[in-house]
Structures are given as structure tokens and as C-alpha cells.
């Protein structure tokens, strides 16, 4: 659990990558059992193979009884547990399950998970591979789009690896027990109300139609739950490429940029362009030619009385050869309204050109 294939974070006592425990956790002592009746008597180690996806894994366990009485009921919880979709629609039926007990032993801490690696049967040199392979999946996975939320869940991270979302959506790697994403998947259906309705995940192996497939026939015992008319919209192998907001695949009714359950969670980031066009349509409004014409009015009379005041106050340009008075009969010609004393009224006096 927890995106993690052994998860030591639920061990009540840790001793590096093992939990360490003195008790059955599922007995119950009867009143005519004996003291210390569910501690451990044995330590054991056994191997397990044909599991889904890992194929082979060791366990560590202690037992009251013995190890072979022990291992029997682990494989039987392990064959009735619900498997993954990917799985089934890789292989419908659980192949066969073998186990052998590598370790049974007493005393404490007595059964560990062997470091040792596999030798290559041809070169007889050390593999890469382990006789236990436990360890967690070199794969980081594909970072795939998971989703979208739904609106009564108010805990939507604890579905979400490292707690990385966007929008209404967990953006995972892993399964929650570990196994790495290897494809992205977008689909699009018909829900028991004959709504469509859109879903995004990653699955470790098989296709995404064949996961499609099996997540019809587990639905389909319910008309509450059943599916219809169901479609593979994008089936792909990059970092969030089924975005439900992408050029394929997209689904943008289910998308919501600001979820209620994560809103503390978010900046206060205001999306301009769908705060504009939130308000509705565009109106062009008219040129608001009062507006316009009233300041140029105004500049123009300005202009004219400050005109009027310039020509008011100028002084007149005087000339050398004539009075004020002189009427300008021509560029080199004027005539004096006042009378010569040296000749008639009426004569022309003639200026200098």
C-alpha cells in the first residue's frame, strides 16, 4: 500500500527494511488455551511463484504451529484477494501458485530475506537478479493523469502519490502497492443512467482496452453500476499524456481547475482569460463622439480668443514715408489726408521707391 510494494510504514516495530513481530496478529486466545498461546514458536522464510505482474516474492512470517500450516493460509488469502484489472485482462485467471519454505527456524530474528543473487545457468557468473527479488521497481513510471475525483470524496489525496494533483485528478506513477505505470489511458462511456461519462488512469501492463473490458464485466453485476457503449479515447507511454484538457483524449466538462477539497491547498492564481469572458459576451459599444468633440471644441475657441486678445494688443507696424492715415494707393504710391501747404489739395505725392 501507499504507492510502495512492501509498505514497512504500517510496522508497529521496524528493524531496517523488516517488520519485526512476537505475536500472531489474528489470534485469539481461548480461556482454555494457555499463556503466550498466540506468541510465535517458529520463524519462517518462503518463496512464492506465478504471483501477478512481480511473478516471484519472498515472505518473512512467524507461526504458533508451523511454517508449511502457515504458508498454506497465505496462499489461500492471497488466491480469494480481488486482483487488479491489468492483470486479469492480461491474464483472466490466476495462474498457478507455487511456495517453497527457504527458512523455519527458532529464536528471535532468526529468518531474514536472503541479499544473495541468482548465478546465470550458462555462465554460472552472478545475475542481477536476486533469489528474492523484494525490492521496490527500478521504474519510476509513467506519470499519468488518475480520475477525476468525485465530488462526495473529501479525502481525494490519499489516492495521490506524493499528494500531486491537478486540477480534479491525482497524478500518479505507481499503483497503490508499487507497480509502476507503464500506459496512460483515457476513456469514454455510457454510465447505468445513460450519461456519458469520462475516466483516466495508468495501468502497469496489458492495454487499455483490455482494462476497459474488465472494468465493464466487474461493474456489470448491478444496473447501479453497469457501463455502455464504451470507448478507448487515448492510449499512450509519455509523462501526462492523457490530460483531460490535451488535444486527444480531453474531457473538459469533468475538469475543475479549483477543486473544493484541495482549495486551501492553491494559490490565489486568478485565470484572467475566463474571468474576462466569464461576464458573457463582448458589446461594441458606439464611439462616444461627445466625449470626443467636446475637449477639440474647446481647444478650438481657446484658440480663437487667445487670437483675438494677440491682434488687440499687437502694436501696428508705422512707416518711414507715410502718417497712419496716408491712404496706400499703391507699393510706391499714398495719399496724405491732410492738405500740402506748397501745392493744391489735390495733388499726388509721390514717395520714394
Same mark, same amino acid.
Given at each position: ?48 511463484? =506465478?504471483?501477478? &505482474? ?42 498457478? %501458485?507455487?511456495?517453497?519454505?527457504? !527458512? ?10 536472503? !541479499? ?22 527500478? =521504474? *519510476?513510471?509513467? /506519470? ?33 502497492? #508499487? ?9 469514454? &462511456? ?8 469520462? *475516466?483516466?488512469? #495508468? ?6 482496452? $483490455? ?5 465493464? !464485466? ?16 487515448? /492510449? ?29 491547498? %492553491? ?10 469572458? $466569464? #461576464? ?11 466625449? !470626443? ?16 486678445? &494677440? ?5 501696428? /507696424? ?25 501745392? #493744391? ?9
Amino acid at each position: 500500500g501507499d504507492f510502495f510494494r512492501k509498505d514497512c510504514a504500517r510496522c508497529k516495530v521496524r528493524k531496517g527494511d523488516m517488520c519485526m513481530e512476537t505475536q500472531e496478529p489474528t489470534c485469539v486466545a481461548k480461556p482454555g488455551d494457555p499463556p503466550g498461546h498466540c506468541n510465535f514458536a517458529k520463524c519462517c522464510v518462503a518463496k512464492i511463484t =506465478n504471483l501477478d &505482474y512481480w511473478n516471484e516474492d519472498c515472505l518473512a512470517f512467524g507461526t504458533y504451529d508451523d511454517c508449511n500450516t502457515k504458508l498454506d493460509t497465505i496462499l489461500k488469502d492471497i488466491r480469494s484477494s480481488p486482483r487488479s484489472l491489468p492483470s486479469r485482462s492480461v491474464s483472466p485467471k490466476l495462474r498457478e %501458485l507455487t511456495a517453497e519454505i527457504m !527458512i523455519e527456524c527458532e529464536g528471535d530474528s532468526c529468518a531474514t530475506i536472503t !541479499i544473495e543473487r541468482k548465478r546465470d545457468p550458462f555462465t554460472n557468473r552472478l545475475a542481477d537478479l536476486r533469489v528474492c527479488p523484494v525490492d521496490e521497481s527500478k =521504474n *519510476a513510471g509513467v /506519470e499519468c493523469f488518475v480520475g477525476p475525483w468525485s465530488a462526495a470524496d473529501n479525502t481525494p489525496l490519499d489516492n495521490c502519490q506524493d499528494d500531486k494533483f491537478k486540477y480534479n485528478f491525482c497524478t500518479n506513477r505507481k499503483t497503490k502497492d #508499487g507497480r509502476p505505470f507503464r500506459k496512460c489511458c483515457a476513456f469514454l &462511456y455510457l454510465n447505468s443512467r445513460a450519461q456519458p461519462q469520462c *475516466a483516466y488512469t #495508468g495501468i502497469e501492463e496489458g492495454t487499455c482496452a $483490455g482494462y476497459l473490458e474488465q472494468l465493464k !464485466i466487474s461493474v456489470q453485476s448491478s444496473v447501479y453500476t453497469s457501463i455502455n457503449n464504451e470507448l478507448v479515447m487515448r /492510449e499512450c507511454e509519455e509523462d501526462q499524456c492523457n490530460d483531460p484538457l490535451g488535444k486527444e483524449g480531453s474531457c473538459p466538462d469533468v475538469v475543475i481547475k479549483r477543486p473544493p477539497q484541495v482549495l486551501h491547498l %492553491l494559490t490565489n492564481d486568478i485565470d484572467k482569460e475566463a474571468a474576462l469572458l $466569464g #461576464g458573457g459576451a463582448v458589446v461594441q459599444e458606439p464611439i462616444p463622439w461627445a466625449l !470626443i468633440l467636446i475637449p477639440i471644441c474647446g481647444v478650438g475657441f481657446m484658440a480663437c480668443v487667445g487670437y483675438t486678445i &494677440y491682434k488687440c494688443i499687437k502694436e501696428p /507696424e508705422r512707416s518711414l514715408w507715410h502718417s497712419d492715415k496716408a491712404k496706400i494707393v499703391a507699393l510706391d504710391t499714398f495719399v496724405e489726408p491732410t492738405q500740402d501747404l506748397s501745392k #493744391g489739395s489735390n495733388d499726388v505725392v509721390e514717395g520714394i521707391a
